[in-house]
């Protein structure tokens, strides 16, 4: 079945610096790909999607490159802020095998300091 | 996009009771799931509840456990059944619009069973 992974965390960080997460995947179809992240105490907010390889998402500075070749979806911000400590979610959909269903990462915790 | 509000935020229950948490949509969504997210881990689809008819689980997950209704395109409630200090979760509820793959949340219902 599908399956997405993705680094461990915490991830901590001094603001300013190279955010990276990795994601891979797994998917009998062509999925489309997805970032969520969830601000403490809060629900899931959208922050990013690709439908198609070769896709780039990008949000809020955010940026995710669907790279069907290596199966990833590397979530990436070249400078992050205090604000943007948060735990992120990499999932996929595959239309064609499950209409909508969401199967998700297991989270990365991302932690920036000042 | 949807707006998706969920009632109660929070709620502490005792073991043995039961517990519906509703979810409103704002507007009309072809799909509606609910998802369990056990503390520090990810979010794991319980069910898609299917308008005007018996929703569909995920394996581990069972109707008479988590009873689900959906009587119109912008409504539905989980009923956690009978519960035991494992049940303590978030519950979060998500709509989705045909032919565009991507989902939206509500803020969650954090549940604490005593």
């Known amino acids: 079945g599908d399956s997405v992974t993705q680094m461990e965390g915490p991830v901590t960080l001094s603001e300013e610096a190279f955010l990276t997460i990795n994601c891979t995947y797994t998917?009998?179809?062509?999925?489309?790909l997805f970032w969520y992240v969830q601000y403490p105490g809060e629900g899931l907010q959208l922050l990013l999607k690709a439908t198609k390889a070769d896709d780039k998402g990008s949000n809020k500075g955010f940026e995710a490159t669907y790279r069907k070749e290596t199966t990833s979806f590397h979530l990436e911000k070249g400078s992050v802020q205090v604000s943007d400590s948060a735990v992120y979610f990499c999932?996929?959909?595959?239309?064609?095998?499950?209409?909508?269903?969401?199967?998700f990462g297991a989270g990365t915790q991302v932690v920036v300091t000042p | 996009s949807a707006v998706i509000s969920q009632k109660p935020s929070r709620d502490i229950c005792q073991r043995g009771t039961s517990l519906t948490i509703q979810c409103q949509v704002d507007?009309?969504?072809?799909?509606m799931f609910w998802y369990r997210q056990q503390p520090g881990q990810s979010l794991t689809l319980i069910a898609t509840?299917?308008?005007?008819?018996?929703?569909?689980?995920e394996s581990g997950f069972v109707i008479d456990k988590f009873p689900i209704s959906r009587p119109n395109l912008t409504f539905s409630t989980l009923t956690v059944s009978n519960m035991s200090p494992e049940d303590s979760s978030i519950y979060l509820c998500s709509g989705g619009l045909a032919g565009i793959n991507e989902q939206f949340f509500g803020p969650g219902t954090r549940l604490t069973v005593l």
């Open positions: 509840a299917n308008q005007g008819s018996e929703a569909t689980y």
């Open positions: 507007s009309q969504v072809t799909m």
């Open positions: 999932a996929l959909s595959d239309l064609d095998d499950s209409w909508g269903k969401l199967q």
């Open positions: 998917a009998t179809g062509y999925p489309s």
